[in-house]
């Protein structure tokens, strides 16, 4: 019977490694997008149950469609001569860091941008409709564009207590762009304190890889197909990397023919019409990986490239995938560790681009 | 003293029956986690967080249909051998409708005004782990 017992205690174990390969799955509504966790660890589900809680309370800071929300107050009092609004200490430090991240990009991601998207029907509402849609004039565009300024959205006060202002009437601002990003940085640690080493964060699409698979190898992560978006072109292998992706197939609407997304160019006010069909931003920094895709659709394809060569290595580093309206696919030499590309069949064809 | 088991040097038939056990119990865990054969999709239908219906893609034979009860805007979801839409929708956006047929394990169509969302997932495991986009 003696000899059995190391049997018995081996079937034991074998029976505990397939219950931690089981994630916890939660779902929810938050940011106007859904959102699924899959977490591994043993104390997994109060993580999903803590980290749902947080993204509920970022969706309350940053908001627009919400009255009481720091964004929805620092709107409101916009050009107010004694307007300084006190702001929670996420939002204070999102807002420095998209102004930095505006610097850095030349413009092309501007949190400001709130008025023009407003005027094209893609601002405020949390539920689009076709109708809400419309296309601006030029002049009403020419009239808004000087309160697209980041340079006028002013945040000061200490780190714990943050003010913010708008100092000119009718400026607004607009999360859109970095709050899923930023969120993710924010959940990631919450997750690893609660002993989750392994998840897959999907903020609406922008998906966050934590740690490694379970088994030790890196995540797979697959690029969706801006032409058929059913599927996806490639393959990318991450571990504790965020990636986001900006494309004009995400929203949209057809006037006389023309299709308008809705990345606009602050520099014209306009959708942007920069020769490329998706990008995709992966860094360890959610953040920065957010608005990047974003400012990279606006810049270009060239212009990304240069970005990535000068500033691709600084603090979190980043990685571009860019899909040129051509078929071409231009990658950062980064990523080309366990790159799968599956694109050659729907006509897309890669390049590795190197510093 | 050392023990009686130290000291002997050929197997005995307990021996022979661990190693015989062992395979055994390594054979029926190999049998039990055996990767299924062939490619069954399923599709969950997850209302407000409640699951309203399952459905066998691979296991159709024809076109269904189905209304789904409860939902904000009425939504009809229709499947067929092998792949599900949403056919219809009173929704405002129409993101829904527009999405198409998901045929693949992992893909899914997400109704947000109406917070419906169709999973569907297959026995074969999933090439990747997440889609960006």
Known sequence: ?355 | MRSSAAERTRPTFWDALVVLAVLAAAGSLLFLFRPRSGNFLTARIVLDHELVAEIELTALTGPVTLEVPGAPYPITVEAEPGRIRIAHSGCPNQDCVHTGWVSRSGGQIVCLPNRLVISVSGSNAPEVDGITG
């Open chain 1, 1 to 355: 019977m003696k000899r059995l017992l190391p049997l018995f205690l081996s079937l034991f174990l074998l029976a505990g490694c397939s219950g931690a390969d089981t994630p916890v799955t939660q779902q929810l509504f938050a940011m106007n997008t859904t959102m699924t966790l899959t977490l591994y660890g043993s104390r997994a589900s109060d993580a999903a149950l803590s980290a749902q809680q947080a993204i509920n309370r970022l969706d309350g800071l940053w908001s627009r469609t919400k009255a009481s929300s720091d964004v929805s107050r620092l709107n409101a009092t916009a050009g107010d001569p004694a307007p300084e609004t006190e702001v929670a200490p996420e939002t204070g430090a999102l807002l420095s860091r998209a102004r930095e991240l505006g610097a850095l990009t030349g413009g092309a991601l501007d949190i400001t941008i709130a008025p023009i998207m407003d005027a094209w029907g893609f601002g405020t509402t949390s539920v689009f409709q076709e109708s809400d849609f419309r296309v601006p004039s030029r002049t009403e565009l020419d009239a808004l564009l000087p309160l697209v300024d980041s340079g006028r959205l002013h945040v000061s006060g200490s780190a714990e207590a943050p003010l913010a202002w708008l100092d000119g009437p009718g400026m607004a601002v607009d999360l859109g762009a970095v709050a899923k990003g930023r969120a993710a940085d924010l959940l990631v640690p919450l997750l690893t304190d609660s002993g989750v080493t392994s998840a897959i964060l999907d903020l609406g699409g922008n998906l966050t890889a934590l740690g490694t698979r379970p088994d030790g190898t890196p995540w797979r992560i697959g690029v969706k197909d801006p032409r058929n978006t059913e599927t996806y072109f490639c393959i990318l292998s991450l571990s504790d990397k965020t990636c986001s992706t900006s494309g004009s197939y995400e929203r949209k609407f057809e006037v006389d023919g023309t299709t308008y997304h809705h990345i606009l160019d602050p520099a014209t006010g306009y959708p942007a019409e920069s020769g490329l069909l998706s990008v995709t931003a992966v860094s360890s920094d959610g953040m920065l990986a957010d608005g990047l895709s974003t400012a990279c659709y606006v810049m270009g394809a060239e212009q990304s490239v240069r970005l990535w060569r000068e500033h691709g290595l600084e603090g979190a580093g980043f990685d571009l995938v860019l899909v040129r309206e051509d078929g071409s696919v231009w990658i950062t030499e980064g990523l080309e560790d366990g790159l799968d590309f599956r694109g050659e069949e729907a006509g897309y064809t890669y390049e590795i681009i190197r510093r």
